[in-house]
Each structure stands twice: as C-alpha cells, then as structure tokens.
C-alpha cells in the first residue's frame, strides 16, 4: 500500500506489531518518551507530507499519559502537512463516563472526543465501544468495529460443548450484544440484573433464565476488577450451571481482579487483545486472550482504500 505511514504509542506495542505484520507495512519510527519534568515527548523520525497516517494508541495501562501521547503524535502529524490522521484507539479511555447520573457529574467520554478532534484526528477506529451513543459525541467519521465475529469464533474453537449453551449477559445493558451473540449460535439466553450501591461494587443479582445443567458463556464489554462477573459466576453456580465462562472485550483487570479470576468457579475467561495481556498470563492461567489484530488491520486497509468497512461487523478476515 502506498501513501500510507503507521505509527505505535507505547500502550500495546504488540498489537500495533500485528496489525503492521498484517498490513505487511512497517511501523514507522516514532520515539516517546518523557522530559525530567515528567512532560511527555515525542518525536516523529519520518517524513508524513501528503501521507494518510494511522496512530494506534489504547486506553490501558498507564491511561492519561497515553492519552496525551496520543494527542501530541495526531497534532504533531497533523502540523507536519499529513493528508488525513486517524486514531486507532482499540479501547476508549473514559468510556464508562457518558453520561451524567449523579449532579455535578462529568461527562469525561465527551470531553476525549473534543480533545481528540480539537488535536487534529480526522477519523476514529475503535472496538466496542461501552455506549455506541459515544460515537455522537464526534463531528468526525467514527468506526466502532465489534468483536462478536472474533468472540462467535473462539467459542465455537474452544468451548466442546457450545451447541447446548447458554449465552448470559451480567447486566441489562449488555443485553443486546448477548442476544446477537446467542442468535448466532443457535444458544439460549439468560439475563442478571444488578443493583450497584457505588461504582464497582454490586448490591443484589437475580438471574432471569433457567441454567440448570447448562454450560453458561458470560459475555460483557469489560472486565475491571471483575467484581461483577465473578459474582455472576457464583449466582450461575448456584442455580446449576455445568460450567461457567466469560468473555470480555477489554480485559482491564486492575486492582483485585486476579486474585478474584483465580479463587472464581470459571472455567476460563477470555478477552480480547485491545489492552496489552502480557502480565497476566505470569498470575494465572484462567485467563486467555482473543486476537483481534486483523480486524483492525482490515479495517485500515478498507479506510485506506475507501472500501466498506460494515464487512467487519459480521465476518472475522481470513
């Protein structure tokens, strides 16, 4: 491909290694790093005058100073005569703040998309986004790709016993990305309805479905601290289910998460490579990871090449 430049942050440096092996181009040289006043720095050590430039840069880790290395390689792209940027962000920083739901609440997931736009992006790749409303906040060209295909095809790879199922959304929210997901398997459905008394942390479930029996496939967007799917496993144990497995897009899994995963009944849960696993693989072995490289790479090939991307939203790329 021609006319096109590829740059990394530092998030998920193996997920952008990927997508560039994919795309069979090379990440472009980039350096970042940090002045001793703890002010981020960054350095683009190639030519993009008239170049279509994509920054892959995630929401995880250390998550405000990746935002803002992100903002600095769109502007510091943008000021150098590149033809478009756009910002390839697997997981949404602030997603979980879109609405306001208390008084004097901010809505945080707005305000990234001001900054982002305000920055220089032309355009906005990213996965799953916690609320699809968040695309709204933008007055540029957003693509929220799913990873339902990549999740459709991992159960089928690895779950025996998939075809007498039972898919079970943890909360009502998630309702609709679990029914689809059943729809597709020929499975059941079941639904847990949660009352939070304070953010991460659940008050009361009740389980609405019958799962006596069944092997049970928790699906959600995100796992944090895991709190809350790991009580739906408890909740799913108790009503009878064979065996219990999750399935999250963004694998967080910060403060007690592991130790939570680890002393939890499930089977396994996997998540999908938008935040950087490598760590979590050395404390337990319950966890393991979807790759969803090529649907990224896939859907900068399309956008580069002004092709569709809606492909992407049922199909998984050979």
Known sequence: MSNIKLFAGSSNIDLAQRIADRLGIPLGKVKTGKFSNKETCIEIGESVRGEDVYIIQT???EINDNLMELLIMINACKIASSSRVTAVI???????????????????????????SVAGADHIITMDLHASQIQGFF?????????????????????????DSCVVSPDAGGAKRVTAIADHLGADFALIHKERKRANEVDRMVLVGDVKGRVTILVDDMADTCGTIVLAAEKLKEAGALRVYAICTHGILSGPAITRINSS????????????QEHHGDLTNKVQTIDVSMMFA?????THNGESVSYLFSNVPL
């Open 298 to 302: 896939e859907a900068i090939r399309r």
């Open 265 to 276: 009944p499930f089977e396994c849960i996997a998540v999908t490579n938008t935040l950087n």
């Open 139 to 163: 007055d540029i060209p957003v693509d929220n790709l799913y990873a339902e295909p990549a999740v459709i095809k991992w159960i089928k790879s690895n779950i025996p016993d998939w075809r």
């Open 90 to 116: 697997p997981c949404y920083p602030y997603a979980r703040q879109d609405k306001k739901d208390k008084s004097r609440a901010p809505i945080s997931a707005k305000l990234v998309a001001n900054i982002l």
């Open 59 to 61: 929401g995880g880790g």
